[in-house]
């Protein structure tokens, strides 16, 4: 009931803003019928928020670098001037490169560290925009599709009920779906939801191979090249199997929670932020996030991207 609860309040904030704004855009094609249909520009600045993806892709022929970075708890037992507040440490790094098919296709490739006990993840990833929002409110919502596949290079473990006793090629890979759905409510905020599958071929002992989530994210501008960006995930885990894992290996599962400052300077997008999950991919802290911001378990991180462009009419990086 809290799980339904929480979807169905998602939706009923949508609500009151999008019938401001459907009004406001009446308002205006009564003054015009002559109006054009444009696509809304800009919902979000960057492909991603902070843990999750937005509706946004790259230009066709365009390649973007990507390095995302996340440093050791700040706060708790692990925390604090010992490892000077998390910067001596680094729980996951992601190195990725996507390139632009068309305007809504992009493709991509990625080298992760890993935050759990699969590592040295080697990913490949999709994003394809199908629908965009328009001015005249016509189309309400922009869509977009991520699909990825993530590979673990670790060491097979000898433990039989380890989540890396892998037995063949095929145990090593979980794949993940999401549909991001946003909308652009003003020039300053704009919102999403992202129904998730993860599916992981090979699980500890008692685990369950497939979740269900729900992210929800935010961007809010406070100035020409700033903005406040946040997401949250909340996978739907079967309570036994999530009861027995936590008692096994004495961890609870918690929600991965993500705040920032997110900077635009050029062609460069550059975002300060804080989340308890260790991990960066999808396949791993939607899943396996075990920390806590109660617990002063969250870290500090930055992600920072660079755009080049291959189209001869726009030549050099930008």
């Known amino acids: ?17 999008s019938v401001l704004f459907a009004q406001n855009d009446l308002e205006q094609l009564i003054q015009d019928d002559s109006t054009a249909r444009e696509k809304v520009s800009a919902t979000f600045k960057s492909t991603h928020l902070i843990n999750a993806q937005s509706t946004e892709t790259i230009h066709k022929k ?8 996340r440093f050791g708890d700040i706060a708790g ?15 996951d790094i992601r190195i990725g490169f996507d390139y632009g098919v068309s305007d809504k296709l992009n493709i991509g490739i990625a080298r992760a560290k890993g935050a759990t006990a699969a590592t040295q993840l080697y990913e490949a990833n999709f994003k394809y925009r199908f629908l965009e929002q328009t001015t005249d409110n016509a189309i309400p919502l922009s869509l977009a599709f ?3 596949g993530t590979i673990s290079g670790v060491k097979a473990s000898d433990d039989p009920a380890a989540s890396t006793s892998y037995k063949n090629f095929n145990d090593r890979i979980t794949y993940v ?10 020039p300053i905020f704009s919102f999403e939801l992202i129904p998730t599958y993860v599916h992981r071929n090979y699980t500890i002992f008692g685990d369950q ?27 739907f885990r079967d309570k ?25 300077t050029g062609g460069h997008v550059f975002h300060l932020n804080f989340t308890n999950a260790t991990a960066i991919q999808e ?16 870290r500090w991180g930055f992600s920072i991207s660079r755009r080049f462009s291959f189209n001869k009419e726009k030549a050099g990086g930008y």
Not at 62 to 69: A, G, I, P
């Open 146 to 148: 991520f699909g990825s």
């Open 240 to 264: 036994t199997k999530k009861d027995y894992v936590e008692n096994v290996n004495q961890q609870k599962f918690y929600d991965a929670l993500g705040v920032g400052l997110e900077i635009e």
């Open 77 to 91: 037992g692990t925390g604090g001037i010992g490892n000077f507040f998390g910067l001596d440490q680094s729980t």
């Open 1 to 17: 009931m809290k799980n339904i609860t929480f979807i169905c309040t998602c939706f009923l904030l949508m609500i009151p803003f």
């Open 283 to 298: 396949s791993q802290f939607i899943s396996e996030t075990t920390s806590s911001w109660g617990k002063g378990q969250y």
């Open 209 to 235: 191979n497939g979740i269900f989530a729900v992210g929800a994210g935010g961007r809010l501008k406070i100035s020409k090249r700033m903005a406040i960006v946040a997401d949250y995930f909340l996978p």
């Open 62 to 69: 365009e390649l973007e670098f990507r390095v995302d970075h």
């Open 177 to 186: 779906s999401q549909l991001v759905m946003a909308r652009k409510f003003s």
